[in-house]
């Protein structure tokens, strides 16, 4: 089974509008971590966001926040105010208590002007 | 302080050749991971050391070799390339544990012919 599942494989954004990526994990720990990075189509893997299973508020960077539902192991990463740099793949990640981590096959997501 | 530093950015290789990519952090990382990422298919992990002296496979560790060289460097070495290790490779490293996110090489992207 896939332990990270993102189901967009492309997503279109009006300029300012809000846009939310899914993001759905598997996993039977009861400890681990959530990641989204963004990787622009330059190629670097830049971090954006970090969610623990612990925590019990949604967790927020500026522009992004992780809406995090535990009971549906979903990691729903929502940018506000998208702006044409957001042009984007994102990808969700999980690290369980071991040292591997887990990506989703990625959101192509394209910020129309 | 450079991060994760990979060489080389581009290769092109015969079928059959080898060659070692290099990857070396000066985060005082624990932990370090090779992955490739061919298109749709997300970031998958090839091979990862939890530690200096360890190494474990991932996903995908079929024809590649590692080696954990020191704290700083970790090496992945393709032995006898083919067509299929046609990718972009990328390194990472991260502290153990929580909530630490991976840290990303710029990749190197690599054609076998």
């Known amino acids: 089974a896939q332990k990270i599942t993102q189901t967009q494989p492309g997503m279109f954004v009006q300029e300012k509008e809000a846009v939310t990526l899914d993001c759905t994990y598997d996993?039977?720990?009861?400890?681990?971590?959530l990641f989204w990075y963004k990787q622009p189509s330059s190629g670097e893997m830049i971090f954006l966001i970090y969610q623990g299973s612990y925590d019990e508020q949604n967790a927020t960077e500026g522009r992004y926040s992780l809406n995090f539902q535990k009971a549906r192991k979903s990691a729903n990463l929502v940018i506000s105010a998208s702006q044409l740099g957001d042009s984007a793949m994102y990808f969700c990640?999980?690290?369980?208590?071991?040292?591997?981590?887990?990506f989703g096959t990625g959101t192509s997501l394209t910020v129309i002007p | 302080n450079a991060g994760v530093t990979q060489t080389p950015k581009f290769q092109v290789l015969k079928t059959g050749q080898s060659m070692t990519l290099q990857c070396a952090q000066d985060?005082?990382?624990?932990?370090m991971y090779w992955y490739r990422q061919d298109p749709g298919m997300g970031l998958r992990l090839i091979y990862y050391s939890a530690s200096e002296g360890t190494t474990d496979k991932g996903e995908v560790p079929n024809g590649y070799n590692v080696s954990r060289l020191n704290k700083r460097e970790f090496s992945l070495r393709l032995e006898s390339a083919a067509p299929s290790q046609t990718s972009v490779y990328f390194c990472?490293?991260?502290?153990?544990?929580?909530?630490?996110?991976?840290?990303f090489g710029p990749g190197t992207r690599l054609t076998v012919t």
């Open positions: 985060m005082n990382h624990n932990s």
């Open positions: 996993t039977s720990d009861q400890s681990y971590g």
């Open positions: 990472a490293s991260t502290e153990r544990g929580f909530p630490y996110e991976q840290y």
């Open positions: 990640a999980m690290r369980e208590a071991g040292n591997q981590f887990y």
